[in-house]
């Protein structure tokens, strides 16, 4: 087995499963051990998910058996690791008794932050979860998928999870959970337009740009949060290094993609979009399109001048008046912000999502109980089920003030 630990208290291994062998060692290594299989049973019966689960417990040799939590976690201080504790206490009614930053970890699979070491720690009677009014941190936990459309020879969609802090920028998995504060976090959908492989090549090209100029933006945004015109300078700047890059190629004529950026700091979320793909909001059961789509026959849709059904079967729907590249001279991308809410849920999609989804399919599946990955994974499976032909992608996001 493989040492993690050997200290004074006690010595850590893993096995070649991957389970966590912990043997307590040194003052009251019996009260500790007995104290942990207590905390860690009574974590399991209140469905806590993000603590170690306890497989073997064998108090004649004070030594325990537990799942494993991942690794140490990236960039936590002890601001974030005391909002992450005392959320434990909020939901579950433990308290940990050592909340320090090194008893906090990060699940790659699971993609999300987890506790360990209860061997100091109270148990408390079960709670009832209260708001948090003013959160000291907010944590925004997300899901992304893709999936290729039937009549494309690519995947024309892609999208982004990016942390972005005064270091620099730093691309997280498809699926994650991010502190912010300082830190911010940059959600993106992207569709590529243009003939062969360069749609493919469009969307990906206006995601790198992202990710290469976010440590630049997150100067900017964090100390002018109500000034978006980075945003904008970001996107316009964009369109003009694909328009000039599919001059110069023949295969790349007409190559443009559209682009929703859910720019989230804490308690805002800033919106930077053009063409059609989408950003809602879920709030307290109610969910609203943040995001406009660019073609006529949406705002005649908006007007009630059309219903849904003409709307999605409108001729003209796929024609945009705005995108990033595809010969358009100039651009105006939509900009704005919105407050976050303990509890919002978030949706950025592609066209994809929206052409085998009524509002009324996202609504329900926004409304329904889990988290991102449950959603993510039910939104797409229906949207696929009823409309295999285009490229499908999206991004849920919840947001959780600790």
């Not at 100067?219 to 002018?224: A, R, T």
């Not at 190559?255 to 989408?278: E, F, K, N």
Request: with cysteine; hydrophobic share 35%; glycine share 8%.
């Amino acid at each position: 087995m493989k040492k993690l630990k050997d200290g004074i208290r006690s010595l850590v291994r893993i096995d070649i499963l991957g389970n966590v062998h912990k043997h307590f060692r040194g003052t009251d290594a019996d009260t500790r051990c007995a104290n942990e299989v207590v905390i860690l049973k009574a974590l399991e019966e209140r469905d806590c998910t993000y603590v170690p689960k306890l497989l073997e417990s064998h108090p004649e040799e004070n030594y325990i058996v537990t799942t494993n939590c991942g690794g140490p976690a990236p960039n936590i201080s002890r601001k974030k690791s005391d909002a992450l504790f005392a959320e434990l206490e909020a939901d579950y009614g433990v308290r940990h008794d050592d909340p320090a930053p090194r008893n906090v970890t990060y699940h790659l699979k699971m993609g999300r932050f987890c506790l360990i070491d209860f061997e100091l720690a109270t148990l408390l009677p079960d709670p009832t979860h209260k708001e948090v009014e003013n959160p000291d941190v907010w944590k925004i936990s997300w899901s992304a998928l893709t999936r290729q459309g039937e009549r494309h020879v690519a995947n024309d969609d892609a999208f982004l999870a990016l942390e972005v802090s005064p270091d620099g920028a730093r691309p997280l998995d498809p699926l994650g959970e991010a502190l912010l504060d300082p830190n911010h976090l940059v959600l993106a959908v992207s569709d590529g337009m243009g003939g062969g492989k360069a749609g493919e090549f469009a969307s990906r090209l206006v995601l790198r740009w992202i990710r290469k100029h976010a440590k630049q933006l997150f100067e900017k945004l964090h100390d002018q949060s109500e000034d978006l015109s980075p945003l904008g300078d970001l996107l316009r700047n964009a369109h003009e290094g694909i328009n000039e890059l599919a001059a110069k190629e023949d295969n790349l004529t007409g190559m443009g993609a559209t682009l929703t950026l859910a720019w989230i700091t804490p308690s805002l979320v800033h919106l930077a979009h053009i063409g059609d793909s989408r950003l809602y909001l879920n709030r307290d059961g109610e969910t609203q399109q943040l995001s406009h789509d660019h073609n006529i026959a949406w705002r005649q849709f908006k007007r009630g001048e059309i219903r849904e059904m003409q709307y999605r079967t409108h001729p003209r729907r796929s024609a945009l008046y705005d995108a990033l590249g595809g010969g358009h001279p100039t651009i105006n991308p939509e900009l704005s912000s919105h407050p976050l809410k303990n509890g919002d849920r978030l949706l950025l999609c592609s066209d994809g999502i929206t052409d085998g989804l009524w509002e009324r399919h996202i609504r329900e599946g926004l409304n329904e109980e889990g988290g991102p990955q449950d959603f993510a994974n039910a939104l797409l499976t229906r949207a696929t089920a009823n409309d295999k032909s285009d490229d499908a992608t999206l991004i849920v996001a919840e947001v959780r003030g600790l």
